[in-house]
């Protein structure tokens, strides 16, 4: 019987990769997703791959769709969770937009560890408190937006965790939106740069809002902006934990 | 050699814990959390179990790191991620403000998938652009910081899942947040109720910001507020997904 799961992966190390999605994964006839996320998933000869490259996820979308409607079981993957910036919404966009027989399908989100979840398990417990969740691509929503959400959640005392900070095609947004957040929040409050968490070429930085380097970011780096509760805790090793106390003072 | 892990367990169904949470409880000399969650975890019989009710999470922190700093190697225990109002900031309060020695225990976060990710998946993807994550306690934070953060958020756009939202000594707080939300969002904004997501007593209820009545949630219950692009998609068999488009108009 066809079916269509959309499944996060994990940040990329399979130990943090749920067995809901494998046993998903395993059942699959077809994978469909974003090359780098469809060649980490191991599966039969039999079953086939639907890279695609920069092709736009809502055609990847439905292409998932229509295999699926032809009697496939198709699994569309995502990295983290598909549905924080992942290829979640773009499914039910193209259902929503597509032909009616679309919403009878047996569709299933699998979700999974995001990278945030991952980032900040790596660092300490910067998410302590409220937080949120941005990402910097204007590729989807102006700029001018992403300003104003970036004031509101500094304002609002969240912490901010910023996704898509940085690629070819967008290499300035991240030093503006530091520049947005240097505004509102005090010079000294935390900031960690969280690169390939998970994988061997993990990498991160320990920095301040007032010292922040939007070129040390890259494409597989997520950014941690502390609030006025966020602290670092020294240790005897030279190493430390970013955490957010959870009492916020009256 | 000692360890002391912060575990995210997952939602609650054993198919969402990954396996790095099992290889780090399998090693486990000593589990401490909340009574319900640590009988979640399977165990030898050799593992002690310290359960502890309503007692202080700074206390249950301070407990763990103690077993660890004698030897122990200790799991504490949080459901979904621990990092997400579980035990994760309590621990790293407990080793700031703790003796020197609990600097150098090795602490190893182990992230989960949390509650908001588990419900938004079930719901079909209503996270599908920015998103903000609250919790309605007002234990640890005043309650008008609480209506400020929720005005902000929905003036942002940010789509807010809603923890902690109501319990016998928190009777009030969520239809008090759902009044805050009426000010700022338009009445048809899809609004879900998320009860006990991948558990055999789960329950979703789908309404809309007007609509919302707060007495629906109870201790285990998620509320997610969507934005005005938060899309409801009617199914043949009289269901429903939700979904939040990703592109913001200019």
Known sequence: MSHLWIVGLGPGNALQRTPQADAALAQATDLVGYAPYVARVEAGPDVVRHSSDNREELDRARHALELAASGRRVAV???????????????FEAIETGVPAWRSLEVEVIPGVSAVLAASARLGAPLGGDFCVISLSDNLKPWTVVCERLRLAAQAGFVIALYNVRSAARPWQLGAAL??????LAADVPVAFARAIGRPDERVVLTTVAEADATLADM?????IGCALTRRIERADGRAWLYTDRKVAS
Chains 1, 2 share one sequence.
Do not use: I, K, P
């Open 77 to 91: 993957v995502s990295g983290g969770d598909a549905g924080v910036f992942g290829m979640a919404s773009a499914v």
């Open 220 to 224: 597989s780096t997520l950014v941690l």
């Open 179 to 184: 520049e947005v957040l240097r505004d509102v």
